[in-house]
């Protein structure tokens, strides 16, 4: 079992930046697929962000291209996702995920373990 807990959330203005954190304990290891996704109300859960297993490999949704930054910190076993210029539309809950069985990275459901959230309010 891998326990997430996520960290960082909170209000902020349209424009501003912030930075979750993700810290990953029980059974881990370097080799396991960290993600981000979110979920604003009313709609589903949407991929955010990868780091994958690969050494620098991340991948993200279209719509954070550019603004967002995941990282990961094998050592101390924890990630983060550094989110500049954000917009009002990037107002919702923040989720860890991994996984270290392969798939879609952006498909939540090859993720097995999962953080209890964040919630990012952006506010014009």
């Known amino acids: 079992q891998v326990q997430l807990v996520e960290s960082g959330g909170g209000l902020v203005q349209a424009g501003d930046s912030l930075r979750l954190s993700c810290a990953a304990s029980?059974?881990?290891?370097?080799?396991?697929?960290m993600a981000w996704f979110r979920q604003a109300p009313g709609k589903e859960r949407e991929f955010v962000a990868a780091?994958?297993?690969?050494?620098?490999?991340?991948v993200y949704a279209d719509s954070v291209k550019g603004r967002f930054t995941i990282s990961r910190d094998t050592a101390k076993n924890t990630g983060s996702l550094e989110m500049n210029s954000l917009k009002q539309e990037d107002t919702a809950v923040y989720y860890c995920?991994?996984?270290?069985?392969?798939?879609?990275?952006?498909?939540?459901?090859?993720?097995?373990?999962w953080g209890q959230g964040t919630q990012v309010t952006v506010s014009s």
């Open positions: 995920a991994a996984r270290y069985n392969g798939g879609t990275y952006s498909e939540p459901k090859t993720y097995p373990y």
């Open positions: 029980g059974r881990t290891s370097s080799s396991y697929v």
């Open positions: 780091y994958a297993r690969s050494a620098g490999h991340t």
